[in-house]
């Protein structure tokens, strides 16, 4: 009863006191007690941020972990805003422009960015000029010093009693200029059941001048060997073209050919040109997505889709990315640089260093500019 009279003698009396009247300066306002707050709980358990994805661990043990698991590298899609760095490109493209997108990002990016190559350019008059030369960069249409290219494409035909048989039926094998090196129907080892005409384009009068497998099999390696020897080849590339496409292995098995896997480069399995869930992006969506154009409207041409892998494989390898590490044979895997350090000597290192020993599990095709000047000069 007592404590409760208190209380009301105390509501009903006013405030004349200057101490109660005037805050005094060992008060801090509620939002800067909070930020006060949130900063001293920071100072007792500081937080651990990854400087490439921006994750945040407890221990330093756990950030040690994640780097050495994620292969950050500066070959990963980097949002030229923020600095953050991405696996795929569609989640860079979720990060400008999705539903939910960064909203300091997108508003950059809507005034600023190209959405073709998803880089920051500047003015609106530099971006209209930029995009013409994104679809198709003039510098890459001079002649490459590098290793020479080719890009290989296939339409199949079905098979077997209900057509579901992949055969190969046509084959357009393009050069770097993209001039056609090689291009003709093949005869189909089995019985066709399904021309696919509506997507093909191909009938069975096609096949009265179409070359037999095992010839067509031949000329397209022979073009690929570039004169170089089987073993050489399979060592270190020497002479012999890069193969790109989209979905390599499906045409390569359905002409029973074999190509090594350091000289194949695929937009279907390219890392950064998946989606988030790592599954592969159609041809399609890829070259209006990244190039700004569309292909595949009606028939399916082989010329019209090695030419826009092509063109794409062009455009990842043109980027400037800092090489990483010293290139060797190309393919070898990457060397582990957290392996040989003691868990104290990480410890002892911040972010920034930490990030410079990471290395992408993925070759990335900016290296193939400088891949054949090394091997010119190693010893293999």
């Known amino acids: 009863m007592g404590v409760e009279v208190a ?9 004349t006191s200057p101490e109660l009247a005037a805050p005094s300066d060992d008060f801090l306002p509620v939002s800067d007690a909070g930020d006060s707050a949130q900063s001293f709980l920071q100072q007792l358990s500081p937080r651990h941020k990854c400087p490439a994805c921006y994750k945040q661990y407890k221990k330093k043990a756990h950030l040690i972990e994640h780097m050495r698991e994620s292969f950050h590298s500066a070959h990963e899609p980097v949002c030229d805003i923020c600095k953050k760095h991405f696996k795929y490109f569609e989640s860079l493209r ?7 997108s960064n909203t300091e990002c997108a508003e950059i990016f809507a005034a600023q960015g190209c959405t073709y190559c998803l880089r920051i350019i500047g003015t609106p008059g530099a971006i209209n000029g930029h995009r013409e030369r994104c679809m198709n960069p003039p510098e890459i249409l001079q002649n490459h010093q590098g290793r020479p290219v080719a890009a290989l494409d296939c339409e199949m035909v079905g098979g077997g009693s209900d057509g579901t048989l992949d055969v190969c039926a046509r084959v357009c094998l393009v050069g770097e200029d993209e ?9 189909p080892l089995i019985a066709v059941s399904d021309y696919r005409s509506e997507i093909t384009g191909i009938t069975e009068a096609d096949f009265r001048n179409a070359l037999p497998l095992c010839e067509v099999r031949v000329i397209i390696q022979n073009i690929l060997y570039n004169g170089e020897s089987i073993g ?5 590339g020497g002479r012999a073209r890069v193969l790109v496409g989209h979905g390599l292995k499906h045409a390569l098995d359905c002409l029973d050919m074999d190509y090594p896997a350091h000289l194949i480069r695929d937009t279907a399995e390219y890392l950064p040109l998946m989606r988030t869930n790592h599954m592969s992006l159609s041809l399609k969506y890829l070259t ?23 063109r794409l494989y062009r455009k990842l390898r043109s ?13 070898a895997h990457r060397a582990d640089m957290f392996d040989g350090r003691s868990s104290k000597e990480l410890e002892n290192l911040n972010p ?14 900016c290296l193939d500019c400088s891949a054949v000047r090394n091997l010119e000069s190693s010893n293999l």
Request: charged share 20%; hydrophobic share 40%.
């Open 232 to 236: 050489r080849i399979r060592l270190d």
């Open 352 to 365: 920034e260093e930490l990030i410079k020993f990471s290395r992408s599990n993925y070759w990335c095709w």
């Open 319 to 331: 980027l400037a990315h800092q090489p990483e590490y010293p290139i060797g044979r190309i393919g």
């Open 288 to 310: 209006q997505a990244c190039l700004g154009y569309s292909i595949q409207e009606g028939v399916h041409q082989p010329y019209e889709d090695a030419v826009a892998s092509l």
């Open 7 to 15: 209380v009301i003698r105390l509501q009903e009396e006013p405030m």
């Open 179 to 187: 001039r056609v090196l090689f291009q003709s129907f093949v005869l």
């Open 94 to 100: 979720e990060h400008l422009t999705g539903p939910i």
